[in-house]
């Protein structure tokens, strides 16, 4: 599993990808800190990252694996790896695996959803492969039928699922409707989302006795971020020293914050990447360090979303997706700005965009629908989950300036507000 030293990772991409050429074109040859580097700014970074002319990557796309995630109406986001690269990361995450509490003789269901360019999938799959336990893999996959997934998570006697916290719930309800005895399920690992409190309590009523465990903390764009281990509670996860740099900086000043318990947004470094670098990349997450500096593999937990983007359920929308479709909708109706408000109700997440109009009071009822035809045109997943009920339907509100909610300390807009963790 190969890694590299920071300067050779700055070294390579300041001189290979023409988008961090211009980004540190004032950053000293040598003796930088890693704060002296310049965060990355997501729109400009995905603006670079284009599949005809990219002045991202340091060098061809020829060996190695694509994956997407990004809309239709505007520029398509993919993120690519090198064979040594994607090894790195699925070994690295693989062996973590075990610290987690997967065991030998576990028969794992692999509920990920496959295909399209997603990447979840085959990543936990090449991962579990490489996990230093040896466990029996079953790759069924979160598109397969209910029915399907019950009878052969009874025939095959298998105890551990992995999966989406909504496809897992899906799966525990339809278990429970169909009264289906006879199911040895003793673990259960969730990720692509967290899973509350409530989701929890529906997962133990199914499955007594159960371990429900995060099965680690990664991304296709950022990579690995953390792991878990038997010392990790609701939403904490370790760094993976060595291979991933996690920063947590103010909101305000972009310092880099060491205490403990203070908030911020969080930042990512990978250190085996070289083809696409993620060098001081916007996780999309808050944070705080829950361990004193010093820590190996030091601990930090979620706290939500920060501006970057809403992640409802397994769908993120990013903010410059949706000020492209506020623009394209201008001939309809012209929004003069917005917040996304994300919450949890009766174990689903949802979804309200607040839109703000000069005058509220004027609002054509064609105007809702044209916008909710834009949101799943460029994010078919949105329809797609809604009709599983795997997420609440979205709701949009139409408001005037002064309703906009503000951070109070400082007047400034809250683009996203996540309630989630409250």
Known sequence: MKTYPLQTIISVARSLSPYYMELYKNLAEKDWKISDIPPVD????????????????????????????????????????????????????????????????????????????????LFLHDSLQRCPAEVMIFPISGAAPMEFMARELKDFRINTLLGVPTQLISLAEYIRNENIEGLKIDKVYFGGESMYEDQRDLIKEVFPGIRIYSVGYASVDAGLLGYIDEECGFNEHRVFDEYN?????????????????????????????????????????????????????????ILGRSEEGARIGVVTMNVDNFLNILHLLKPVFHATNFQMVIDHIGKLDKLTLRIVVDDPGSVQSEWE?????????????????????????????????????????????RRIIDNRFK
């Open 42 to 121: 997501q729109k400009d970074f995905w603006e670079h990252n284009t599949v005809e002319d990219n002045r991202l990557l340091t060098g061809e796309m020829t060996d190695g694996i694509i994956f997407k995630s990004g809309g239709t109406t505007g520029k398509p986001k993919f993120s690519v790896y090198s064979h040594e690269e994607w090894e790195t990361m699925t070994g690295t995450f693989g062996y973590h695996l075990a610290e987690g509490g997967l065991e030998k003789g576990d028969r794992v269901a692999n509920l990920f959803y496959a295909g399209e360019l997603y990447s979840s999938f």
């Open 245 to 301: 740099i996690i920063e947590i900086v103010d909101d305000e000043s972009g310092k880099v914050i060491e205490d403990c318990n203070r908030e911020g947004r969080m930042l990512t470094t990978n250190l085996s990447r070289l083809l696409m670098p993620i060098i001081r990349y916007p996780v999309g997450d808050r944070g705080i360090w829950i361990e004193e500096k010093g820590n190996k593999n030091r601990k930090f937990k």
């Open 369 to 413: 629908e044209k916008l909710l035809e834009m949101i799943f045109s460029e994010r078919p997943e949105f329809r797609e989950e809604i009709a599983i009920n795997g997420i609440h339907p979205i709701s949009i509100e139409w408001i005037g300036p002064d309703e906009l909610m503000v951070n109070p300390r400082t007047g400034k807009i």
